[in-house]
């Protein structure tokens, strides 16, 4: 049977050949190793966003439920790229849940995660924590993973996985929308009537699949406007429902302004009620607030 010496040694090894695995994914990316304090489990649901839950998702394969057994803090020479004031630990975990993806998972796993040094300059203990984290497989390395961003890793809660199931579900979808890359080309066209009018503004997304706006003006009534996600673009077309999916692909993507090569209007006038009717939409769509994560 080893001896207490002979496991510290196998785990050392261990911890060495993974921070090896990972070497050049450190030096190209340290941005996306999980970075910050562990804040509270209720903190965590309130400050993340609806943008912030849905960029965190897009870009992991898997999100896992897991508790913390063990933390082991690297030497400075063995944390490339490891920001003032921070530690980085080497964690095995045991998986609680595999809230989504398609990758198998067993039970338990190995990453690791930077966290914020306490003010008496040693790392906070969260062995013991159960967390939730977006992540991908280590090719190769079965059970060790790496955190997808900065964060990754969060104090898990029931009032966080709540908000978050919904847009998995969107996400994984038989028919999620596309994502929009930019403005094609917008028009507005004058109607018969003083204050009749109707401005098409034609989305690109990464698919190619056809996105448009539609904003209609009628004497004596507010303007309207709505999504066609398709061919046929659909004067009756509705707004997005905030924080969904289609919301964050619009009202995170869109510039804040309609671009002047795009108009193909002459008319100065027509010109500028493109312009306002593209306004209109972005001021309805509201801001893409993040707390946690860029664009």
Same mark, same amino acid.
């Given at each position: 049977?080893?001896?207490?010496?002979?496991? !510290?040694?196998?785990?050392?090894?261990?911890?060495?050949?993974?921070?090896?695995? !990972?070497?050049?994914?450190?030096?190209?990316?340290?941005?996306?190793?999980?970075? @910050?304090?562990?804040?509270?489990?209720?903190?965590?649901?309130? %400050?993340?966003?609806?943008?912030? !839950?849905?960029?965190?998702?897009?870009?992991?394969?898997?999100?896992?439920?897991?508790?913390?057994?063990?933390?082991?803090?690297?030497?400075p020479e063995r944390a490339p790229g490891l920001a003032p004031g921070f530690a980085r630990l080497?964690?095995?975990?045991?998986?609680?849940?595999?809230?989504?993806?398609?990758?198998?998972?067993?039970?338990?796993?190995?990453?690791?995660?930077?966290?914020?040094?306490?003010?008496?300059?040693?790392?906070?203990?969260?062995?013991?924590?159960?967390? #939730? !984290?977006?992540?991908?497989?280590?090719?190769?390395?079965?059970?060790?993973?790496?955190?997808?961003?900065?964060?990754?890793?969060?104090?898990?809660?029931?009032?966080?996985? %709540?908000?978050?199931?919904?847009?998995? %579900?969107?996400?994984? @979808? @038989?028919?999620?929308?596309?994502?929009? %890359?930019?403005?094609?080309?917008?028009?507005?066209?004058?109607?018969?009537?003083?204050?009749?009018?109707?401005?098409?503004?034609?989305?690109?997304?990464?698919?190619?699949?056809?996105?448009? #706006?539609?904003? #209609?003006?009628?004497?004596?009534?507010?303007?309207?406007?709505?999504?066609?996600?398709?061919?046929?673009?659909?004067?009756?077309?509705?707004?997005?429902?905030?924080?969904?999916?289609?919301?964050?692909?619009?009202?995170?993507?869109?510039?804040?302004e309609l671009p002047a090569d795009v108009n193909l209007a002459r008319d100065p006038e027509a010109?500028?009620?493109?312009?306002?009717?593209y306004a209109l939409v972005r001021e309805q769509l509201g801001a893409c607030r993040r707390s946690?994560?860029?664009?």
């Open positions: 049977m080893p001896s207490v010496n002979q496991k !510290l040694t196998i785990k050392i090894r261990l911890v060495v050949s993974l921070v090896l695995a !990972l070497a050049g994914w450190l030096g190209a990316s340290v941005a996306a190793l999980a970075q @910050g304090d562990v804040p509270d489990r209720d903190g965590v649901a309130a %400050t993340a966003t609806y943008a912030d !839950l849905v960029t965190l998702a897009e870009r992991s394969d898997m999100v896992i439920r897991a508790r913390i057994r063990d933390q082991i803090q690297l030497p080497y964690i095995e975990a045991e998986t609680t849940a595999l809230i989504a993806g398609t990758t198998p998972v067993g039970e338990e796993l190995t990453y690791l995660v930077d966290v914020r040094l306490r003010e008496n300059g040693k790392a906070p203990r969260i062995a013991g924590l159960e967390m #939730l !984290l977006f992540a991908r497989p280590v090719a190769g390395r079965r059970g060790a993973i790496q955190l997808t961003g900065q964060p990754a890793q969060f104090p898990y809660s029931e009032a966080l996985e %709540t908000r978050l199931r919904p847009i998995l %579900t969107e996400l994984v @979808g @038989g028919n999620p929308p596309p994502r929009i %890359t930019g403005i094609g080309n917008a028009l507005a066209v004058p109607g018969t009537l003083a204050g009749e009018s109707e401005t098409q503004i034609f989305l690109t997304t990464d698919s190619g699949s056809p996105v448009s #706006l539609t904003v #209609l003006r009628r004497p004596a009534q507010p303007p309207v406007w709505g999504v066609s996600w398709g061919e046929i673009v659909d004067s009756a077309a509705k707004p997005p429902a905030p924080e969904s999916l289609r919301w964050y692909r619009l009202a995170c993507a869109l510039p804040e010109r500028r009620l493109a312009e306002r009717d946690l994560t860029l664009g």
